[in-house]
């Protein structure tokens, strides 16, 4: 069992940037938490979830188009911590920020089915 939890959301201004930060539960070994293809989603008032950014446990990472130069996902096992780095940040960012994760042996990407999840981190861009 993998228990996941996000921080760092806020308030930021259009252009500006925040760190979300997505930790593991003390019970999930460091060697699990490496293996982990992890993903943040993102969901919006009246809008579908949406992939943002995933890592594989051999740190390849892929991103959703839109976010794509502006978003930065990495792993740090050693404290078995997520983070999505987010600059440049827009008004269309806006959304509560997810983190998953699931054991794959067919390789990491947005499309992967997701085990864990996190309670969420509210993120608000204004103008």
């Known amino acids: 069992q993998v228990q996941l939890v996000e921080s760092g959301g806020g308030s930021v201004q259009a252009g500006g940037s925040l760190r979300l930060s997505c930790g593991a539960s003390?019970?999930?070994?460091?060697?699990?938490?490496?293996?982990?293809?992890m993903t943040w989603f993102r969901q919006a008032p009246g809008k579908e979830r949406e992939g943002v950014a995933s890592?594989?446990?051999?740190?390849?990472?892929s991103y959703a188009d839109s976010v794509k130069g502006r978003f930065t996902i990495s792993k740090d096992t050693a404290n078995k911590t997520l983070y999505l780095q987010m600059n440049s940040l827009k008004l269309e960012d806006t959304a509560m920020y997810y983190c998953?994760?699931?054991?794959?042996?067919?390789?990491?990407?947005?499309?992967?089915?997701?085990?864990?999840w996190g309670q969420g981190t509210q993120v608000t861009v204004s103008s």
């Open positions: 003390s019970g999930t070994p460091r060697y699990a938490f490496s293996v982990l293809c």
């Open positions: 998953a994760a699931a054991y794959v042996s067919d390789g990491c990407s947005l499309k992967n089915t997701f085990r864990y």
């Open positions: 890592i594989g446990g051999t740190g390849s990472a």
